[in-house]
């Protein structure tokens, strides 16, 4: 298990390329065959991949954790990526079709992930933090998750958000994630940007093609920097960080938030003005 540490707005504006991606891109995490996680010390936020080939997968609880299961203490968020497969919660079997998600609450002592095909395996993307108490375990499907229309062709913008897990939907104690699509002429997510001191911020980009990058905006909104991401790398956001991108082709991004606010729309507004 890879440890990522927190880090200063200064160390920011001067780290070069390489200290940029090596403090806040994590790459690789959806090796076939395997489950990979890493840990940021920021809200305590573990992030991982599990892509079950031919044998299933189970959720480890590594030495680090310092707890009998992964779920002893943490509640678990988990999106399909990939082809269709299936998650086993304490011996029941829930099928995640793609773009399919589950909620896991703490205490759950067995999580097992399996693939229908070797060919198209899934591919799980994980997304944790600590809790202090259970809520059920749930299957959210994608095509009972409402989908929001935002932007404009004329702001190259125009997107589909959806929630999976928040307030009112499926219950946690700080986790909230969803899933946005960018639409065909829509190439700019989460801009105007924003802050939000009360939680820090995760991305997984998917459906990015080979040839194609997502260059994503960090930093403080007066000092900001760019990341170039690809397939399925993970961005990670502190609070003080705005956190935009703009691909060069239509692509999908799992967001995911922890920390003392659950409410979606608690964050602090950047005006175009103020970038920098």
């Given at each position: 298990m890879?440890?990522?540490?927190?880090?200063?707005?200064?160390?920011?504006?001067?780290?070069?390329?390489?200290?940029?991606?090596?403090?806040?891109?994590?790459?690789?995490?959806?090796?076939?065959?395997?489950v990979v996680l890493a840990y940021w010390?920021?809200?305590?936020?573990v992030v991982g991949g599990a892509v079950p080939m031919g044998a299933p997968l189970e959720l480890p609880a590594h030495a680090e954790l310092r707890a009998p299961s992964f779920?002893?203490?943490r509640e678990l968020g988990v999106i399909n990526l990939g082809g269709a497969g299936?998650?086993?919660?304490?011996?029941?079997?829930?099928?995640l079709a793609r773009f399919d998600g589950m909620y896991i609450g703490r205490g759950t002592e067995r999580v097992v992930f399996h693939s229908e095909s070797t060919a198209t395996p899934a591919q799980f993307y994980l997304l944790s933090y600590p809790a202090h108490t259970s809520h059920p375990t749930r299957h959210i499907a994608f095509a009972d998750v409402e989908g929001e229309h935002l932007g404009s062709a004329a702001s190259a913008n125009v997107r589909v958000l959806r929630k999976y897990i928040a307030p009112g939907l499926v219950e946690s104690c700080q986790l909230?994630?969803?899933?946005?699509?960018?639409?065909?002429?829509?190439?700019?997510?989460?801009?105007?940007?924003?802050?939000?001191?009360?939680?820090s911020e995760v991305y997984c980009y998917a459906d990015v093609p080979d040839d194609q990058v997502v260059f994503h905006l960090m930093g403080d909104p007066a000092a900001t920097r760019h990341l170039v991401m690809r397939n399925l790398d993970v961005v990670l956001s502190p609070s003080w960080?705005?956190?935009?991108?703009?691909?060069?082709?239509?692509?999908?991004?799992?967001?995911?938030?922890?920390?003392?606010?659950?409410?979606?729309?608690?964050?602090?507004?950047?005006?175009?003005?103020?970038?920098?």
């Open positions: 890879r440890f990522l540490p927190s880090v200063h707005p200064d160390d920011v504006n001067a780290a070069t390329t390489d200290g940029l991606r090596e403090r806040f891109l994590v790459s690789g995490l959806f090796v076939p065959g395997e010390e920021v809200d305590r936020t779920c002893a203490r299936s998650i086993e919660v304490e011996g029941k079997q829930h099928t909230v994630m969803g899933l946005t699509a960018m639409e065909p002429g829509g190439v700019w997510n989460t801009m105007p940007s924003h802050t939000h001191r009360r939680r960080s705005i956190h935009s991108g703009v691909g060069t082709a239509p692509y999908v991004f799992v967001w995911g938030m922890g920390g003392e606010n659950q409410e979606f729309a608690d964050m602090d507004a950047v005006a175009m003005r103020d970038l920098r």
